[in-house]
C-alpha cells in the first residue's frame, strides 16, 4: 500500500468552479511534491516543495495553486481550468529536502477531468 | 538541461523470458539513476536505483547496469512473469550541491505473455 494517500481519487470540474487536491504523508518526509501526467506520458514536476517552502515551480500557470500547511499536508487549488488541464496529478514525498537524491514515494494520484 | 531518451516505446515478451530497456542521459553531470513501474491506475513505484558510483546493482531479478562514459544505462528483468506488465520510466537527476529534480523518460510499455 502507497504511503503517500491523495484525495479525491477522481474530480470532474466545471471551467468556472474552484477546487481543492489533498496529498498527505506520514514519513516524515521534508520534501512533497506535485506532477501531472496525460495519458501515454511521463509526470511531469509542477511544484517542489522543501521544508515547507516552494523552491521549484515549473512555470505553471497561476490556475494552479500549491499549499503546504505544514510537512505533512500538500495541496493543489485548482480555479478557471481549462479542458486541457484534464490529467492525472500525482503526489510524492522524499526524505531529504534536496531533490534528486533519493526515492520518490507517489500516491496514486487524482484523476481531474475538466468539462 | 538533461534529457532522457529511452527504448523502445513497447515491448512484449514470453513469460521466463528476460525483458531488457535502455535509456540514454545528455548531462554527464547527472549522478542519481532511478526505475519507476507504474501499473494501471496506480502512481510510480520505484523498483530499483543506482548512482554514478556504481556500475551495476542487482535484486533478485531486477538488475540495472550504468555506463558512464556513454550515457547510457539499462534494466535488465529476468524470468519475466505475468504480473511484471506495466510501464516502466527511467528517469536521472543530479544530486548533492545544485541538485536537479528527476527527468523521466518517455517510458517502456511492458507486456509480459503467459
Known amino acids: 500500500d502507497t504511503e503517500v494517500t491523495q484525495t479525491p481519487k477522481h474530480l470532474v470540474m466545471g471551467m468556472t468552479n474552484k477546487k481543492s487536491l489533498k496529498c498527505e504523508q506520514h514519513?516524515?518526509?521534508?520534501?512533497m511534491y506535485w506532477y501531472k501526467q496525460k495519458a501515454k506520458k511521463p509526470p511531469e514536476l509542477m511544484f517542489v516543495?522543501?521544508?515547507?517552502?516552494?523552491?521549484i515551480n515549473e512555470s505553471v500557470p497561476s490556475r494552479f495553486s500549491p499549499e503546504c500547511p505544514n510537512s505533512s499536508l500538500l495541496n493543489l487549488h485548482l480555479h478557471a481550468l481549462q479542458p486541457e488541464d484534464s490529467a492525472l496529478y500525482l503526489c510524492?514525498?522524499?526524505?531529504?529536502?534536496?531533490?534528486?537524491?533519493?526515492?520518490?514515494?507517489f500516491g496514486e494520484g487524482s484523476r481531474l477531468t475538466v468539462l | 538541461g538533461e534529457n532522457v531518451e529511452q527504448h523502445p516505446s513497447t515491448l512484449s515478451v514470453q513469460e521466463g523470458d528476460s525483458a531488457v530497456i535502455k535509456c540514454t542521459y545528455s548531462?554527464?553531470?547527472?549522478?542519481?539513476f532511478p526505475w519507476y513501474k507504474q501499473e494501471l491506475g496506480k502512481g510510480p513505484q520505484l523498483i530499483i536505483d543506482?548512482?554514478?558510483?556504481?556500475g551495476e546493482k542487482k535484486d533478485q531479478r531486477i538488475a540495472v547496469t550504468l555506463n558512464k562514459t556513454a550515457k547510457h544505462f539499462s534494466l535488465h528483468i529476468t524470468e519475466t512473469q505475468p504480473e511484471d506488465s506495466a510501464v516502466y520510466f527511467c528517469?536521472?537527476?543530479?544530486?548533492?550541491?545544485?541538485?536537479?529534480?528527476?527527468?523521466f523518460g518517455k517510458g517502456t510499455r511492458l507486456s509480459v505473455i503467459a
Open positions: 528517469a536521472a537527476s543530479k544530486g548533492g550541491s545544485g541538485n536537479t529534480p528527476l527527468v
Open positions: 510524492a514525498s522524499s526524505l531529504v529536502a534536496g531533490v534528486g537524491t533519493g526515492e520518490l514515494f
Open positions: 548531462d554527464s553531470a547527472s549522478n542519481y
Open positions: 543506482i548512482r554514478s558510483n556504481v
Open positions: 516543495y522543501s521544508y515547507e517552502k516552494l523552491s
Open positions: 514519513m516524515g518526509h521534508r520534501a
